[in-house]
Each structure stands twice: as structure tokens, then as C-alpha cells.
């Protein structure tokens, strides 16, 4: 059964490092999203990405943060320069009509 | 306040209970999900619904529009039913976004 697969599964990176979080979408779908939840809290939205540009945002999708889909199978993830505060699973997933989603395993991502 | 409230927020059950977890949300919605999150932190969709109630094994998810309320049910619960559970809500519009609950925690006992 097709699956949504993320790279790296656990990132330790230092304040103010740049970071590329990696997802593989399945093959057809042509809706994208990223997901982050800090510890012990509630999954939140971050960006979803239709027909090569962003749908929507959140404010926590501020200027450090950018999404690209490089090459037609992937879709990337970017944080410019990370904080104590960006440390959190981060959820990629997608969907073939917009509406169910697909979500890979996450990647847990620290900022020491 | 939350957008879409979920209890319990931890529910312990013994082998073989009859379990329901609850949702009720405040905004106009286009679709109504449950999704199930493993210990290991992955998420899976259980039920995407607008309208009624859908069945899956020995799960079943209702949704009253009217009370903007949703339940997901478990049948003869079995410790392999202990995750998170969560309930999303989506609005429509292209690439419509999930805005999640806090989850439900259940730990089944032998």
C-alpha cells in the first residue's frame, strides 16, 4: 500500500542552524502539508502546498520557514534559522482530492 | 477557545469494554475526521465524515451536523486499541487545512 515517507526521522540541529525536513508524498496525490506538535501538545497546521504554490499558511509559518517540491516527488520543508521553540514532531502529508489525509511518520526535530 | 474540544482526555478500560470518545466542534465544517496516533508518534486516519455514521471493524464514528458534535466508538476494545485518539475538523476551500483536538488518550487493560 502506497505511504508517506519522511526523512530524517529524528534531526538534532544547534540554535540558528538550517534545517531541510524530506518528504516523499504518494505518487498521485497533488495536495501537500505540513504538521508540527511540540511535545505533550496538540498537532497544528502549518502550510499546505497545491499546483506548486502555498494554499495556506499559519502564523506560525513566518519568513524562517519555506516548503519547495523540488523535483516532483518530493517536499521539502525548510526552517532558515532554528529556534529552542521549533523543537517538535513534524508531520508531512497528503491527499489525492484535498479532503482525506495521508500522513507520513513524522520527524522529530531538536534544537539544542 | 478551541475550535474543536475533545473528552475524555485520558479514558482507561478493561478488555472487552464498549468505549466512546467525544467531539464537539464551534465552526462550520466540511468534513468531520478521526485519526488514531501511535505511541511512536505516527498519525493514521480512522474516518473522514460529513454526515451520519461509518463503520470500520470494530469501529464506529457518528456525527450529528446539527449539535456540530462527533463520536468514534469502540467495540470489544482489546489493548492494541490503546493510542491517542483525535478528532480533526476541515472547512473546505482547496487544500483545506485539519484543525486538530487535544486527543484522547486510552490505555486498554487486560
Known amino acids: 500500500e502506497p505511504e508517506v515517507t519522511q526523512t530524517p526521522s529524528h534531526q538534532v540541529t544547534q540554535m540558528g542552524q538550517e534545517v531541510i525536513l524530506r518528504c516523499v508524498p504518494i505518487?498521485?496525490?497533488?495536495?501537500f502539508y505540513w504538521y508540527r506538535q511540540i511535545l505533550g501538545q496538540k498537532v497544528e497546521f502549518l502550510v499546505s502546498f497545491y499546483n506548486n504554490e502555498i494554499s495556506e499558511k499559519s502564523e506560525i509559518f513566518d519568513d524562517q520557514f519555506s516548503v519547495e517540491r523540488p523535483d516532483g516527488s518530493n517536499f521539502t520543508l525548510k526552517i532558515r534559522s532554528t529556534k529552542l521553540e521549533d523543537s517538535a514532531m513534524y508531520f508531512c502529508?497528503?491527499?489525492?482530492?484535498?479532503?482525506?489525509?495521508?500522513f507520513g511518520p513524522g520527524t522529530r526535530l531538536t534544537v539544542t | 477557545k478551541n475550535e474543536v474540544e475533545q473528552s475524555p482526555q485520558n479514558l482507561t478500560a478493561q478488555e472487552g469494554e464498549f468505549i466512546t470518545i467525544n467531539c464537539s466542534y464551534s465552526v462550520g465544517i466540511s468534513a468531520l475526521h478521526w485519526l488514531q496516533q501511535h505511541p511512536g508518534g505516527g498519525i493514521v486516519s480512522l474516518f473522514m465524515?460529513?454526515?451520519g455514521k461509518k463503520k470500520h471493524g470494530r469501529l464506529i464514528a457518528t456525527i450529528n451536523i446539527q449539535e456540530k458534535h462527533s463520536s468514534l466508538h469502540i467495540t470489544a476494545s482489546h489493548p492494541r486499541d490503546s493510542a491517542v485518539y483525535i478528532c480533526?475538523?476541515?472547512?473546505?476551500?482547496?487544500?483545506?487545512?485539519?484543525?486538530f483536538g487535544t486527543g484522547t488518550r486510552l490505555q486498554v487493560t487486560l
Open positions: 480533526a475538523v476541515s472547512r473546505g476551500g482547496t487544500a483545506s487545512k485539519l484543525t
Open positions: 505518487s498521485n496525490h497533488l495536495y
Open positions: 502529508a497528503s491527499s489525492a482530492t484535498g479532503n482525506e489525509q495521508y
Open positions: 465524515l460529513s454526515s
